[in-house]
């Protein structure tokens, strides 16, 4: 599903930090034989086909490597190490002349289904300033859908600034859908290796 109204979604998988709480790239750590970043990409695919973007920094080579086959936009981030939020500007940047709204993913929930996001752009009104959320463990969070009026607040993030800070901003009209799996977030081996474990139990 990549359209409400003949409008164009991208997914836009954010993929390039260093991951300096896990010890190495966790976008390159296998879970059941995958690597992470891989559910992203794949997540992207389904639910947008070549309308995604890939943004990659930290062993940017190795991690677009791992989404192979990848039908979508590759976008290196240089000053990955300033934090998501440059990532997400420079994404934005990189296809806001294409874009009615975007679906704001993270390499590092892999329970995440594609159900999931097709509900969050069926959702979309279709107004540009609205943003769909994802809800779970009494908050809202990724993946969420921003519409094009997002769109100058989202490239002018600061580095170290996620797009959440968007959500209590009175100019958006902030809609949230459930989702347990969001709350699933890989940031440590431990984490990694408990959800392997509950896998396979």
């Not at 959320?133 to 580095?159: D, K, Q």
Request: glycine residues 8%; neutral net charge.
């Amino acid at each position: 599903m990549r359209s409400v109204n003949n409008k164009s979604v991208f997914a836009i998988v954010l993929a390039a930090g260093s991951a300096s709480r896990f010890g190495s790239a966790k976008q390159l750590a296998m879970l059941n034989g995958m690597p992470l970043v891989g559910y992203a990409s794949r997540l992207a695919t389904q639910t947008c086909g070549s309308r995604s973007v890939l943004v990659a920094g930290h062993q940017w080579r190795a991690v677009a490597d791992a989404c192979t086959p990848w039908a979508g936009y590759l976008v290196v981030n240089e000053l990955h190490q300033h934090g998501i939020g440059s990532s997400l500007a420079i994404a934005v940047r990189a296809i806001r002349h294409a874009a009615d709204a975007v679906v704001v993913m993270l390499a590092d929930q892999p329970l995440i289904s594609a159900a999931h996001v097709n509900k969050l752009i069926a959702a979309w009104s279709g107004d540009e300033h609205e943003i769909i959320a994802s809800a779970y463990a009494g908050t809202r969070g990724a993946p969420a859908l921003f519409a094009r009026g997002c769109f100058p607040r989202l490239e002018s993030l600061s580095a170290d600034q996620g797009a959440r800070s968007l959500f209590d901003e009175p100019g958006f009209k902030l809609r949230a859908i459930e989702c347990a799996a969001a709350a699933i977030d890989i940031d440590t081996i431990a984490d990694l290796t408990r959800l392997e474990r509950n896998a396979h139990s």
